[in-house]
């Protein structure tokens, strides 16, 4: 079991491009996390899918941003246009998705963003 | 929705000090409760958990225990260590995605 993984862990890009980050769960881990964390700030909820099913999508998901789960293995978050204010870590988090109350969500190291 | 508010740092602190971050919430249902820590550069790391009112989790010498009445979930160390100095997260959820507190930095001097 190697953890959850992400990449790429840096990205630095123009305002208006488009990135991709990807995300790596634990094997066997039906949920998958997508948050977003701004200095100095926890960690928000972006969205989650339960296999390649996404779930539920947090406001702060505007229509710039799209993530997949195609095989409900890995998962895609893709941003288009950015913009200066999507500078933050992109962090992503499995967990076993049994549906138990106390079900824990590891984390991955993170992909940081910064958009000049 | 769901709330959690945990005590603003930075903390700073001589090592083998006692510590105590404060974090309550507020929730509907019976969530989880969480402590995360997050070392510089790196993604957020499970320090403990308690799933269930009473319920007292335990890891590395931290402690923190679910109480229903106060709607807290404080962590405490008995003698902290430099290689704790890190930003710790509350967070509440379990099956469902996790809210957290804004973070405690701590800072452990030798």
């Known amino acids: 079991d190697t953890g959850v993984s992400q990449d790429p862990r840096h990205k630095i890009t123009k305002r208006g491009q488009n990135v991709t980050f990807r995300c790596d769960p634990i094997s066997e881990h039906n949920r998958l996390y997508w948050y977003r964390q701004t200095l100095g700030q926890g960690p928000e909820f972006l969205t989650y899918?339960?296999?390649?099913?996404?779930?539920?999508k947090s406001r702060l998901l505007s229509d710039r941003f799209s993530a997949e789960r195609p095989k409900g293995s890995f998962s895609t978050l893709e941003i288009q246009r950015t913009e200066q204010g999507d500078s933050a870590m992109y962090l992503c988090?499995?967990?076993?998705?049994?549906?138990?109350?106390?079900?824990?969500?590891?984390f991955g190291p993170g992909t940081r963003l910064l958009v000049l | 929705g769901d709330s959690v508010t945990q005590m603003e740092g930075p903390v700073t602190l001589s090592e083998e000090a006692c510590l105590t971050i404060?974090?309550?919430?507020?929730?509907?249902?019976?969530?989880?409760l969480f402590w995360y820590v997050q070392y510089p550069g790196e993604g957020l790391q499970l320090l403990l958990k308690a799933t269930k009112a009473d319920d007292k989790g335990s890891n590395k010498g931290f402690e923190a225990t679910y109480r229903k009445e106060t709607t807290s979930f404080h962590l405490e160390k008995g003698s902290v260590q430099v290689s704790d100095s890190a930003v710790y997260f509350c967070a509440v959820g379990g099956n469902t995605p996790l809210v957290f507190g804004k973070g405690t930095r701590l800072s452990v001097i030798a």
């Open positions: 404060n974090c309550t919430y507020t929730a509907t249902g019976y969530p989880s």
């Open positions: 899918f339960q296999n390649e099913a996404q779930l539920e």
């Open positions: 988090a499995s967990s076993s998705g049994q549906g138990a109350r106390q079900e824990t969500q590891y």
